[in-house]
Each structure stands twice: as structure tokens, then as C-alpha cells.
């Protein structure tokens, strides 16, 4: 194929972009505006909601590493269109949601097509193009996901509000239909090799360091061996579980300090703000600084995060944790987009997503549920966020363990 006057990897950047914001009707934040709707219409207690949201979720996370090994046969992009196809058929099929047991049906397919497969595959198509600026792309990448999550949840009302919540839902499916069908068929591309070209537009040639990172790659068993592995998989299995818990109660959390709808709007808001600051300024701290020291900072500030939940003035609150949690979601995102091409290389870069995207997506769904048990066991959620905020500590400092590993013989 004849070189292309210009470098590809600029075009996959938005559409990567692009397929992030349509995971948003699988996310918690997407999924936790239509929770008082399903509640009262299904006839459900929040012990039931909650906990088909959780079985699903973990479900959901299971079969994550088989579509990262499909991936490594045959690239993202033909994976990419069936798990489009079918996560838009999922968001209009809430339609027939009746009861408990279609829910978690309808939960399952929403975290495994979107928070997990769609994430996951769009993720790692960018990292297919780029190394050495690897975490400024990924950082403008995750741009997307910061306005997703400031403007989807008041799409989601106002969709409710002018179809109900099947009808929302049922719009999510054919936007996504539209936008992303064409998008994959006609834009993405599995590699730059595909189309003539190199990493980064040929910017790593010439740089020994980066050009052997690339060249050579880990075999799932050799990774599964290294302590870097476990270590960032423990803290950003920790994110996902205590952040994701955070966020799906934090309307209740912020109620226990005597905030209404009011601050919790405020501070999705400036987290959203913040949040898309900091991945872009943690991508480029990615590609300058030692990601393990990045991973030992998110995780610190997870737990300033969460004390603050207990102890920062009321008044004070929404702002105080948006920047804090926001930070840490930006330096956390900045590492959890590089090190596994960088540390491990492209080839098996599938198998070894997905499976880190297994045990994610299964403490995501634990979470909120601990979270919610804590609360009916004590009475508030103070005493869950402070052991969280407290475990955080070990884990910020087994953070910094997580270095480059040597290549195996």
C-alpha cells in the first residue's frame, strides 16, 4: 500500500474518541439516571437493584478475556463492529424489561458490550498506532469520556423525561447504531503497518529504548510472572471498586452531610471539568515520568478522596473531592491506557487487556454492593469509605514497586 501524505493515527484519535462516549448507556454514571425510574416502575427494593447490577457486572466480566484474545486474531476493528451491533440491539431491547430477571439480562450485556468490550477495544486500537506518545493521545482520548460524563446523565433525563425510561434508552440504541456502525466499517484500521506506515508516524525510529519495548512482547504466561502485573492490577481494581462504589451512592453520601440534588450537580460538574484536565496532563506525564510513580499518586489521592467524603466541610465538599477524585482519575487513566503496551508490548496486548478488564469491571460491580451492605449494616456510609480511604495507604506505597519488568530469556 502506497504511504498516505499524512499520518493515520490522527484520524483513529477521534474515532476512539467517539466510541468511548457511546460506551456512556453501560457506565454507572449512565446507568445511575435511570435507577429511580426502573425502581419505581419494576416494583424493586434498592437491595434488588442494586444487587442484579452487581451479579450482571460481575457476570459481565468474565468473558472480557476471550474478546481480547479475539481481538489478537484478528484486530479490533472486525470485534469492534459486532460488539456495536449488539450493544445497540441491548439498549433497545430495555423495552421488554419486566421484571428482575430481564434486568440483570439487560445489566449483563450493558457491562460486558460497553463498559468492558467497547472500552477495551477502543483503548487498545489507540495503542495499536502510538508508543512513544502513547499517553498524550490517550489523555486527549479520555477528553471524551470527561464530557460524557458532564453531559450524558442530563441527556438521559431530558430523554426520560420526553419518552420515559424504555424510550431513552431505546434512542441510546439507535444514536449508537448511527454514529458508530459507519464510523468502524469505514474508519477504523487495526494497525499502521495496514496502512504502510509506523508507530507514531516513524517518531520512534531511531530510539533503541523504544524500538526493543516494541519489538518484543510478552506472552500471557511470562506476564502473568511479573510483579508489576499484580500490583497494578490490585490498585486500579481498587479504584474501580471503592470509586465506583463512591459514585453510585453519591447522591446518599453527599445527603448524610446535609447536601441535596443541588452540590451533587455541582459536583459532577467540576469533576467532569477537571477530570478531562487531568487525563490530558497525566497522558503527558505518561510519556515523561515513570508510571509506577503515577499508579502510587492515583491511589493516594483515591484515599485523600474518600476521607474527604467524612471529614471536609459540607460546604466545601463538592469541590474538594471533584478535584481530589478527579485528579486521581486523571493520573490513574494516564497509566492504566500505557503500561500494558509499553511493559508487555503489542502482540498479546488483547489477552492481557482483557483480562485486566475482567477483574475491573468485577470490582466495579462489588463495590457499589459492599458499599450498599455497609450501609444497611451501620447506618451511614462513614465507616465503609474510611476503611476504603485507610486501605489505600499500603496500596500507594506497593504502587511504586510496579516497575518495567526485564525482559524473560
Not at 67 to 84: E, F, H, I
Not at 291 to 317: E, K, R, T
Not at 342 to 359: C, D, E, Q
Not at 370 to 386: A, K, R
Request: with cysteine.
Amino acid at each position: 500500500m502506497s504511504r498516505l501524505p499524512f499520518f493515520y493515527g490522527w484520524i483513529m484519535l477521534p474515532a476512539v474518541m467517539l466510541v468511548t462516549i457511546c460506551t456512556s448507556p453501560g457506565q454507572t454514571y449512565g446507568v445511575s439516571v435511570f435507577n429511580p425510574y426502573i425502581q419505581q416502575s419494576l416494583g424493586l427494593s434498592s437491595a434488588e437493584l442494586s444487587g442484579a447490577y452487581m451479579i450482571g457486572t460481575v457476570l459481565a466480566s468474565l468473558p472480557l478475556f476471550w474478546v481480547g484474545a479475539l481481538m489478537d486474531r484478528y484486530g479490533p476493528r472486525r470485534v469492534l463492529v459486532g460488539v456495536v451491533v449488539l450493544f445497540g440491539l441491548t439498549c433497545m431491547g430495555m423495552r421488554y424489561v419486566s421484571g428482575l430477571g430481564s434486568l440483570f439480562l439487560v445489566f449483563f450485556f450493558l457491562r460486558f458490550l460497553g463498559q468492558g468490550s467497547m472500552s477495551m477495544l477502543a483503548r487498545n486500537a489507540l495503542a495499536m498506532w502510538f508508543e512513544r506518545r502513547l499517553g498524550f493521545v490517550s489523555g486527549v482520548s479520555n477528553i471524551g469520556m470527561a464530557v460524557a460524563v458532564g453531559t450524558v446523565p442530563a441527556l438521559g433525563f431530558a430523554l426520560v423525561e420526553a419518552h420515559g425510561w424504555r424510550g431513552a434508552y431505546e434512542v441510546f440504541g439507535i444514536g449508537i447504531w448511527l454514529l458508530l456502525i459507519p464510523l468502524v466499517v469505514l474508519v477504523f484500521r487495526d494497525r499502521p503497518e495496514d496502512m504502510g506506515q509506523e508507530l507514531d508516524g516513524g517518531l520512534t525510529i531511531g530510539r533503541k529504548e523504544a524500538s526493543e519495548r516494541v519489538g518484543y512482547s510478552f506472552t500471557m504466561e511470562q506476564v502473568l510472572r511479573t510483579r508489576s502485573y499484580w500490583i497494578a492490577v490490585v490498585c486500579m481494581a481498587s479504584w474501580s471498586m471503592s470509586g465506583t462504589g463512591a459514585q453510585f451512592h453519591i447522591v446518599s453520601i453527599f445527603a448524610e452531610r446535609g447536601l441535596g440534588a443541588g452540590p451533587v450537580a455541582a459536583m459532577f460538574s467540576l469533576y467532569a471539568f477537571i477530570m478531562a484536565c487531568a487525563r490530558l496532563g497525566g497522558g503527558m506525564l505518561a510519556d515523561r515520568v515513570a508510571l509506577n510513580g503515577l499508579m502510587a499518586a492515583s491511589v493516594f489521592c483515591q484515599g485523600v478522596g474518600l476521607a474527604a467524603l467524612n471529614v471536609v466541610p459540607a460546604s466545601l465538599l463538592p469541590y474538594f473531592y471533584a478535584a481530589v477524585f478527579a485528579l486521581g482519575s486523571g493520573l490513574l487513566m494516564a497509566v492504566s491506557e500505557t503500561i500494558w503496551v509499553r511493559y508487555y508490548g503489542r502482540a498479546h496486548l488483547g489477552k492481557i487487556r482483557g483480562s485486566v478488564s475482567t477483574i475491573g469491571v468485577a470490582a466495579s460491580g462489588v463495590g457499589p454492593f459492599l458499599m450498599g451492605i455497609s450501609h444497611d449494616v451501620f447506618g451511614s456510609f462513614s465507616q465503609v469509605l474510611w476503611a476504603c480511604s485507610i486501605l489505600c495507604v499500603p496500596l500507594s506505597l506497593l504502587g511504586l514497586w510496579a516497575t518495567a519488568p526485564s525482559r524473560p530469556e
